[in-house]
């Protein structure tokens, strides 16, 4: 159901959260490593493929001038869904900057930089599929409950082996 794609197998480390979260929805997904810049015909190749084999949703991940969802998405009508990651001296601001910035008419979902994007392209691959799949949908909401139900209001900061404020 969903495709992961990165530009380098250095960048699998980073994913390891969408994987697992994606495993949490039980959602079935498969991974590839096909540069855009590097191999652009295994990439046609590829999304052809996958659309074929029912594949929904593209999470697509790249660090440096990251041009893989934007390539990804020229290739196929189907929701693509970018993830910046640090390749270097940038941070990732240049990755986030390139798949957020996509011309009109080719969009990219544009998560977070890194692990914390990896992990929410899941989720939001979740809520993609949850619109025409009742079981996804179901256990969206539960682990919204899950999450919903973890709120501390009123804590004793000190209290559990908190970090203490830095007193005077
Ligand atoms: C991008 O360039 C990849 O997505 C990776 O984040 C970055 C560096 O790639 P390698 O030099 O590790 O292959 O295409």
Redesign the pocket.
């Known amino acids: 159901m969903v495709a992961v794609v ?6 699998l480390p980073t994913l390891r959260g969408c994987f697992d979260v994606l495993d949490s929805y039980d959602i079935a997904w498969e991974a590839s490593v096909i ?1 855009a ?1 590097r191999q652009p015909e295994a990439l046609r190749q590829y999304v052809t493929e996958a659309e074929g084999a029912g594949v929904r949703v593209f999470i697509a ?4 001038a ?1 041009h ?1 969802p934007g390539v990804l998405a020229s290739l196929t009508g189907r929701p693509v869904i970018g993830v910046p ?1 640090d ?1 270097g001296a940038l941070g990732g601001a240049d990755a986030l900057y390139s798949v957020v910035q996509m011309p009109p008419g080719v969009p990219v979902a544009g998560v977070a930089i890194g692990s914390a994007g990896a992990r929410n392209a899941g989720h939001l691959a979740a809520r993609i599929l949850a619109l025409g799949e009742p079981a996804i949908a179901e256990r969206v909401e539960a682990f919204r409950a899950e999450q919903a139900a973890k709120a501390e209001p009123r804590i004793d900061p000190r209290a559990d082996g908190a970090p203490a404020a830095a007193g005077r």
């Open positions: 990165c530009g380098s197998r250095s960048d540069s810049h991940a790249a660090g440096l990251a893989l990651l390749g």
